[in-house]
């Protein structure tokens, strides 16, 4: 059985190029079975600016818009992986609430790990005997000796990338859930195992130009202009290259499955 899994792990290969084109290429189909839940999503612009002079209502639009894009996100992946769509477009009920039920258990887990961490490297810098004073006065020549300052910098690192690894490997667990219609947490793990690299590169791709529009947009004046067209040009792409990386991925199926003895 680990012989099978090991084939097939080594068969899969995320190109995130050929995410991106099948996204592009899926867009007309994504909007025509999303657009009613993009157009509810782009009306919660509108009105957040109305609710901005009161903290409660500002609370609960916020809270609107948070469950809104949760269940619109989901339903974009369901209509890109062709797995009984919703109607409009935007993901109520059970399926939701195993995506929800998801993300909380990955956020405990990335919070268990957390701490771990954490309290590791409170204990190494605080038995590492380094003078704290000559650190706040950054003068690094009597903080302590240099091979000292290297292994403290080797402990900062791995508290900086072991997270970012998890977080990276577990980012598929919206697609998994939709794709395999149960709730998928820590065994999205197991989707993204040997593609680090090309899934982060695949979540640069996404994230950069958004977060700089956003930040032009921001300091013209242009931040509602900037979301309405995130909403309906990004989201739906970073829904199909994301669903179309997970389909590149996914080893699952029920027959594997109950191969494995998991019923």
Same mark, same amino acid.
């Given at each position: ?65 948070? !469950? ?13 992986? +062709? ?16 995506? !929800? ?29 380094? +003078? ?22 080797? !402990? ?17 667990? !919206? ?20 593609s680090f690299w090309p899934l982060m590169g695949l979540f640069l791709i996404l994230a950069v130009p958004p977060l700089a529009l ?40 029920? +027959? ?8």
């Open positions: 059985m680990s012989a099978l899994r090991a084939s097939m792990t080594d068969a899969r290969r995320l190109q995130p190029g050929k995410a991106l084109a099948t996204a592009v290429r899926g867009l007309p189909h994504l909007w025509a079975g999303g657009w009613p839940g993009l157009v509810l999503l782009g009306l919660m612009i509108p009105l957040g600016r109305w609710a901005a002079g009161s903290t409660a209502a500002a609370t609960l639009v916020h809270a609107m818009g948070a !469950v809104l894009t949760l269940a619109v996100w989901t339903g974009l992946t369901a209509v890109a992986l +062709d797995r009984d769509p919703p109607a409009g477009g935007v993901a109520l009920g059970v399926r939701l609430l195993r995506v !929800v039920a998801a993300a909380v258990l990955n956020l405990i887990f990335l919070a268990m790990i957390a701490v771990v961490l954490a309290l590791v490297s409170l204990a190494i810098f605080g038995m590492s005997g380094l +003078d704290l004073e000559a650190i706040q006065a950054r003068d690094w020549a009597r903080v302590g000796p240099l091979w000292q300052m290297v292994a403290l910098g080797a !402990v900062a690192l791995i508290v900086l990338v072991v997270p970012l690894l998890l977080i990276v490997r577990l980012s598929l667990f !919206v697609q998994a859930t939709v794709g395999r219609g149960q709730v998928v947490s820590l065994n999205t793990m197991g989707v993204a195992q040997g956003l930040g032009w947009a921001g300091a013209n004046g242009l931040i509602g202009l900037a979301l309405a067209g995130l909403i309906a040009l990004w989201l739906p792409l970073s829904a199909g290259a994301l669903a179309a990386a997970y389909g590149q991925l996914e080893y699952w199926t029920p +027959d594997f499955s109950r191969h494995l003895g998991g019923g």
